[in-house]
């Protein structure tokens, strides 16, 4: 790992001033107690802030299907551009955990800052584009007019806005990687609980706010989000966190850019045609009516739910993966991988039981029309079959990419989605009496694949040996 360079004091310093909970050794003693002291505070964080599309949902669910139907595409589409910023943050994240495991923190400071101008430039790009082609992004898939309509509206206003958003997934993704994730834990508390309680009052008119619908829902999303920033930024400057940016030597440095892009690219082309997939997976839903398309964007809020401890032991295990390869402990990153694996592998088998049992009482929490909770509870149960083998996929690629090494990962993902996902997504419909419940069995057999490339490459060890 290069050292940053600019003259300072010793690393070290930095590090004793802080409090003993920023300033813990995450490359020394258990690993199983260092993956679940990293993980926890990520999984309630990574839960509460997919808690929001989640309550959006919920509410915009009683204005009917095509509200639910629009959100949820919407939903895709914001997904889609999320998956290009955590792309580009898993570069930032990548190079901080480094940093950090070799004692640097004011390079680990540096790169904090640097990782800021991207975001900055990238959303305001996605805000141009939110403005213009919002109706156009949807119309795309052949979506009935009432669905655009209302997806449009939600789209937008969160496009606009997607600097805000950007900035905070920045900033939590810094402190995480620095190894403090128990302060952007306690931010997503503060204004999640902000946006459960201000969002119906938009959505529905209650009180003295206008009645909203649709845009209700998305500008509760921007106004919380604003709010977790603000305090996020004064968590960083004011020395709050293990890290602290101050804007008093700042300069751009195109070195540390190239490398954050040079690592974040690969990764966010992997999230991107990932997303770009799940867009395509509703155009080929959409013929089969209303149903199938609010079915399946119920589904993905459930998954998001579900996804939250894997995610969590996940972006752990890539924590220590990235600081104990810093430190030049590479044996201790790769068991980091496996024991997490196993832990996440425990939770969505006992996740599979619940689907199984309960999959319609789940979907009634989002919709009382019959059909929809009838086809819903089918997704999923075919679902639960894909979640047996979704933890691993996810913990390794985690891993990987905290190591830095996004390219193989990336290469992967697109031939996993796009020689496996997508022609069977196409042919079981139209081959077999599945149905549109072919595409969702397509969705379950390119997670078996997944789980067997990524295994396979995990236990190569060539990510151990990525320089960034």
């Known amino acids: 790992m290069e050292k940053y360079e600019e003259p300072r004091v010793k690393a070290t310093a930095g590090v004793s001033e802080r409090p003993p909970a920023f300033g813990r050794d995450w490359t020394q003693g258990s690993i199983i107690r260092n993956l679940l002291s990293l993980a926890w505070p990520m999984i309630i964080s990574q839960s509460l802030n997919m808690l929001g599309p989640t309550i959006d949902m919920i509410w915009v669910g009683r204005l009917g299907s095509a509200s639910i139907a629009g959100v949820g595409v919407a939903g895709i589409a914001v997904g889609l551009v999320m998956s290009a910023m955590t792309g580009l943050m898993m570069g930032m994240r990548a190079m901080i955990a480094r940093f950090i495991g070799a004692n640097d923190v004011r390079g680990a400071n540096h790169v904090a800052m640097q990782a800021f101008v991207v975001s900055a430039a990238f959303s305001i790009i996605l805000a141009i584009i939110g403005i213009f082609l919002a109706e156009s992004i949807l119309g795309l898939f052949g979506l009935e007019a009432d669905v ?26 810094a402190m995480q990687a620095s190894g403090d994730t128990q302060t952007p834990m306690r931010i997503a508390v503060l204004f999640r609980l902000f946006h459960v309680a201000l969002c119906p009052f938009l959505i529905f008119g209650w009180w003295i706010f206008p009645r909203l619908g649709v845009s209700g829902a998305a500008l509760t999303n921007v106004i919380s989000q604003s709010l977790g920033l603000a305090i996020s930024m004064w968590v960083l400057f004011a020395g709050r966190s293990r890290l602290r940016l101050t804007l008093a030597k700042f300069h751009l440095d195109p070195d540390i850019i190239w490398r954050i892009v040079r690592i974040g690219v690969p990764a966010c082309i992997m999230g991107l045609q990932m997303s770009l997939g799940q867009f395509v997976l509703v155009g080929l839903m959409s013929p089969f009516g209303t149903y199938p398309v609010a079915a399946h964007a119920v589904c993905q809020r459930v998954e998001l739910v579900l996804f939250m401890p894997v995610l969590g032991m996940g972006m752990a295990a890539g924590v220590l993966a990235g600081q104990n390869l810093g430190a030049g402990r590479p044996e201790r990153a790769e068991k980091s991988g496996w024991l997490a694996a196993g832990l996440a592998q425990a939770f969505m088998v006992i996740c599979c039981l619940v689907l199984l049992l309960a999959a319609e009482k789940i979907m009634g929490i989002f919709s009382t029309e019959p059909g929809l909770v009838e086809m819903g509870g089918t997704f999923l149960r075919i679902a639960a079959a894909g979640y047996l083998a979704i933890a691993s996929v996810i913990v390794f690629q985690y891993c990987i990419s905290g190591a830095g090494d996004t390219l193989p990962a ?10 496996v996902q997508m022609p069977l997504a196409y042919l079981l419909p139209k081959y077999t009496d599945l149905g549109v419940y072919g595409v969702r069995w397509a969705m379950v057999a390119a997670i078996f694949v997944g789980m067997i490339v990524f295994l396979v490459y995990f236990r190569t060890g060539r990510w151990k040996r990525k320089k960034v």
């Open 410 to 419: 990336m290469i992967f993902s697109v031939m996993i989605v796009w020689a």
């Open 148 to 173: 655009i309509a209302e997806g449009a509206a939600y789209l937008r206003i969160l496009f606009v806005c997607s600097v805000v958003m950007c900035l905070r997934l920045m900033a939590e993704g």
